[in-house]
């Protein structure tokens, strides 16, 4: 007699269902961009989408209760000189959004609650640093204002966006970065590369741990921590089919699992939800998301099942835990962007008939609050990220806070540490300025961040230049006095020939005048005796 043994999961009847379109957001100008990004965010406060800009890079920002068409003229985050590529929610501060840009500039904006009643064009922060287009941002999971960054340029930066200072800075990728992920403490870093490369980092030194071949294919990849430690991959193989890989990061280049999956074209996400160990494939273009399950045990990667609808999509975000519906049984909630302007909103649903806190469903989540700030975590301090239970609601608590950034004063530059800029403007070695959201202009405020080395390397380099200053002072003076010797004989010389030249043509001047006196003495004397001739004459004459 057979038998078929159906594998135990309680997410083996997941299924999605779309909302209503009332329900939806239409009308949305999604960027055309040929970038591969998701260009969607989403946190439990607000919903981000990168759309079309006329002179420049925008991304419009829409309160969850604003549904329906939304007007052509609707406020824009538009800051940027380039198109947006890519943007991310702090997790947190649910009002505070990083953006990467094809002008090579980071930005960080604070929204305030809900929504934005104008155009917002002046960030919290701007960090610059990259010098190609910035086409992933990413926020570090436990620690406090971590930012990292990656661009065109082959640079991946990690950022103190509370001082605007950079951290580290990775510069061994030979090509560009194609993406990122912090490991659940954040500890470790993976990266995938055009190079076709896998490695991970530690993301203090920028070190190199480990490095692998992660897919054939020379299309893009992306690879994420999982929360026990292994790692998901997606790509290509040599035939450009879809296939996806999981990896443990001693071995990475041993897969535990390596899946064809079809031969589309477009580049797959994997979208992952730690609480459940959810793994969710949404390929750019395609009109079906695949999720899966990761277990301890062989095949390690279960497949559950797919949604499917009708349009192919441009983008797509996932909502937190913390913003899904637990009286419904909802584990996972996607906005997913169309071609035609429409984002759909699907809910993730695990089917129970009780209508009380299923404990199963929704372990501990991760909660808003740090774990530790960016200057303990550089230092060398890890710590999981902090988890609360979903039981009894979700209440956010970012509306309290607010983004401040304290700039680090460039010493040599005191005089321009006490005036007012702008908060678009201000540049890393020079303002030291407090910025806060929707306020442009800055108070100046004291300079701080100065340590006693500090001040005694600054007193030692001032000591050196007095140094220099004298030894050259003295050079120039003993030049000064040569120069002044060697006139002075020239002089001497000169004054005796000029001497000589006087007399000379004084003697000559007075030969010349003795001559024309004895001239004219002669030309007398001739007249004088032709008179006497003439008067003789005439007397003989009488």
Request: aromatic share 6%.
């Amino acid at each position: 007699m057979s038998f078929r043994v159906v594998r135990s999961s309680k997410f083996r009847h997941v299924y999605g269902q779309a909302l209503k379109r009332e329900q939806c957001y239409d009308n949305i100008r999604v960027s055309k961009s040929s970038w591969d990004s998701t260009f969607c965010a989403v946190n439990p406060k607000f919903l981000a989408i990168i759309v079309e800009s006329a002179g420049g890079g925008a991304f419009i920002v829409l309160p969850h209760n604003k549904v329906g068409r939304i007007a052509a003229d609707h406020p824009l985050v538009g800051g940027h000189k380039g198109p947006v590529l890519d943007i991310a929610w702090c997790p947190h501060n649910d009002n505070v959004i990083a953006s990467g840009s094809e002008d090579c500039v980071v930005k960080v904006w604070q929204i305030p609650d809900g929504g934005l009643s104008r155009t917002l064009t002046e960030p919290v922060v701007d960090l610059v640093f990259h010098q190609r287009r910035v086409g992933l941002v990413l926020w570090h999971p436990s620690a406090l204002n971590v930012l990292l960054t990656a661009g065109s340029d082959n640079q991946v930066v990690i950022w103190n966006v509370g001082t605007g200072e950079i951290l580290v800075h990775i510069d061994s990728h030979p090509d560009i970065v194609y993406s990122a992920c912090f490991n659940w403490d954040g500890s470790k870093l993976v990266t995938t590369c055009k190079d076709k490369k896998i490695r991970i980092y530690d993301p203090r030194n920028g070190e190199i741990e480990s490095e692998a071949l992660c897919h054939e294919g020379s299309k893009a990849t992306r690879a994420i921590f999982l929360r026990h430690g292994l790692i998901f991959t997606t790509g290509f193989n040599r035939s450009s089919e879809r296939q996806y890989s999981l990896r443990a990061p001693d071995a990475l280049s041993e897969p535990i699992v390596m899946v064809e999956l079809d031969t589309s074209n477009g580049v797959m996400f994997p979208l992952y939800d730690p609480d459940t160990n959810l793994i969710y494939l949404c390929g750019k273009g395609d009109s079906v998301i695949r999720y899966f399950e990761v277990t301890p045990e062989p095949p390690f990667v279960h497949y559950i099942n797919t949604f499917q609808t009708p349009d192919p999509q441009r983008g797509i975000g996932m909502m937190p835990k913390r913003g899904c519906d637990v009286a419904t049984c909802e584990i996972a909630k996607f906005y997913r962007l169309n071609n035609n302007g429409l984002c759909q909103v699907i809910s993730m649903t695990v089917p129970r008939k009780s209508d009380l806190f299923q404990e199963d469903l929704y372990p501990d989540t991760l909660a808003e609050d740090a774990a530790v700030t960016a200057e303990e975590w550089i230092t060398g301090t890890d710590a999981d990220p902090i988890t609360f239970s979903l039981k009894g609601g979700y209440v956010s608590q970012s509306a309290n806070k607010s983004l401040s950034v304290t700039r680090k004063a460039n010493i040599l530059n005191r005089a321009s540490a006490g005036t007012s800029k702008s908060a678009s403007t201000a540049t890393l070695v020079s303002n030291t300025s407090t910025i806060s959201n929707n306020n442009a202009s800055s108070a100046p405020a004291p300079v701080s961040g100065i340590t006693e080395k500090d001040v005694r390397d600054i007193t030692d380099e001032i000591r050196k230049l007095k140094a220099i200053i004298v030894k050259h002072e003295n050079r120039i003076r003993a030049l000064e006095a040569a120069f002044r010797s060697q006139d002075d004989d020239t002089d001497g010389g000169l004054v005796a020939r000029n001497a000589a030249n006087v007399t000379n043509n004084t003697s000559n001047d007075t030969k010349a005048s003795d001559s024309h006196n004895k001239e004219t003495n002669d030309q007398s004397g001739n007249n004088d005796n032709h008179g006497t001739m003439a008067s003789s004459r005439a007397s003989d004459e009488v």
